[in-house]
T-cell receptor
Framework: GQNIDQPTEMTATEGAIVQINCTYQ??????LFWYQQHAGEAPTFLSY??LDGLEEKGRFSSFLSRSKGYSYLLLKELQMKDSASYLC??????????WGAGTKLIIKP | ETGVTQTPRHLVMGMTNKKSLKCEQHLGHNAMYWYKQSAKKPLELMFVYNFKEQTENNSVPSRFSPECPNSSHLFLHLHTLQPEDSALYLC???????????????FGPGTRLTVT
């Protein structure tokens, strides 16, 4: 079956670094997406990885290991506005997204 | 209007009502999606339309009926819903690689549906 696992909730301190992990099992693989969703709002695209390695985009970076079925989202210099849910999604062989339940990130001052 | 819009933003309906959710994308994409989002659960893909043709129907009950009159508009018709259907309904659009896109999905703000 297809499955995406990520932690339910994480807490971090403003200004610190946090890593949100995601493991995936998909029928075929066409990439791994990360989305951010603030409470009551639509998910917004953060990153896409299809090759192994680290993709950096400002304070956010995403890593993929295809052999391990593993990805992480790294957030640096945390700000209060980063408090949100972070959704991991794997794209299967039919180009459909298989979603995790999301990780709620709580930032404390 | 830009991006993906959805109306209404909030909807309360009884189990015997009939209502429709509307989605419009202004991005020129060729695929549109309906998702159901319940608290602490993964996004559930309900329907996919590609170039107006329905390509996915993930065992959704017949009380949900999609309609895609053109590649910019998507509707979800609701009738005789159950309380467990209360959720956030999200619309999304994307452009596939054949059409020059990257499959990234752009979401609307959602309709918060409460069934009483």
């Amino acid at each position: 079956g297809q499955n995406i696992d990520q932690p339910t909730e994480m807490t971090a301190t403003e200004g610190a670094i946090v890593q949100i992990n995601c493991t995936y099992q998909t029928s075929g693989f066409n990439g791994l997406f990360w989305y951010q969703q603030h409470a009551g709002e639509a998910p917004t695209f953060l990153s896409y990885n299809v090759l192994d390695g680290l993709e950096e985009k400002g304070r956010f970076s995403s890593f993929l290991s295809r052999s391990k079925g593993y990805s992480y989202l790294l957030l640096k210099e945390l700000q209060m506005k980063d408090s949100a849910s972070y959704l991991c999604a794997g794209m299967d062989s039919n180009y459909q997204l298989i979603w995790g339940a999301g990780t709620k990130l709580i930032i404390k001052p | 209007e830009t991006g993906v819009t959805q109306t209404p933003r909030h909807l309360v309906m009884g189990m015997t009502n009939k209502k429709s959710l509307k989605c419009e994308q202004h991005l020129g994409h060729n695929a549109m999606y309906w998702y159901k989002q319940s608290a602490k659960k993964p996004l559930e893909l309900m329907f996919v339309y590609n170039f107006k043709e329905q390509t996915e129907n993930n065992s959704v009950p017949s009380r949900f009926s999609p309609e895609c009159p053109n590649s910019s508009h998507l509707f979800l018709h609701l009738h005789t819903l159950q309380p467990e259907d209360s959720a956030l309904y999200l619309c999304a659009s994307s452009q596939d690689q054949i059409a020059g896109g990257t499959y990234e999905q752009y979401f609307g703000p959602g309709t918060r549906l409460t069934v009483t």
